[in-house]
């Protein structure tokens, strides 16, 4: 069972509990969650997580192997194409860090390839982009104790050194 002023990842957001209430019709115990880019959002969910939505934040070790294994991960393979998107979903919906890291990965190269050939940057690999990043480097801010900006540059550092 979660704490108060713990964080959890709810679905796919990252959350901080805020407080556990007790539900008088039905008499179930709730979290009462907070997500870390918008505090105007309030989310309650059983604490007995029957749905599946709760899962803790990785570790720090958790994060740092992953971390490490970044270049290891190869992007999508971009023979698919035309199934790119949904190839998206299917990984985003995983929540599967290395998952993530392949759509940032692809979308990236993808982007940088458009733009080599003077080509406009696709909207679809860029909104799945920002979703990846978003997903993980959330969490990986929690981890480190870092803003969103501070994890995305501690990554990319951490590549040039690898």
């Known amino acids: 069972m979660y704490k108060i002023n713990d964080y959890v990842i709810y679905k796919k957001d990252v959350c901080k509990v805020k407080d556990i209430r007790k539900n ?18 309030i989310i309650d969910t059983p604490v007995d997580n029957r749905m599946g939505y709760l899962k803790s934040i990785m570790s720090k070790d958790e994060a740092d192997a992953l971390i490490n294994n ?20 299917e990984l985003l919906y995983n929540s599967n860090h290395e998952d993530l890291i392949k759509i940032i990965k692809t ?3 993808r982007n940088t390839e458009r733009i080599k050939n003077n080509k406009k940057v696709s909207e679809r690999d860029y909104d799945y982009f920002n979703k990846a990043e978003k997903y993980l480097y959330n969490e990986l801010s929690i981890v ?11 990554i990319i550092n951490r590549m040039k050194e690898i």
């Open 24 to 41: 008088k019709i039905n008499n179930r115990e709730y979290y009462i969650l907070v997500p870390i880019d918008d505090e105007s959002l």
């Open 70 to 89: 970044i270049c290891n991960i190869a992007p999508i393979d971009n023979g698919l194409d035309k199934y790119i998107d949904k190839k998206y979903k």
């Open 107 to 109: 979308t990236y190269l």
């Open 144 to 154: 480190y104790n870092m803003n969103f900006e501070e994890v995305k540059n501690y």
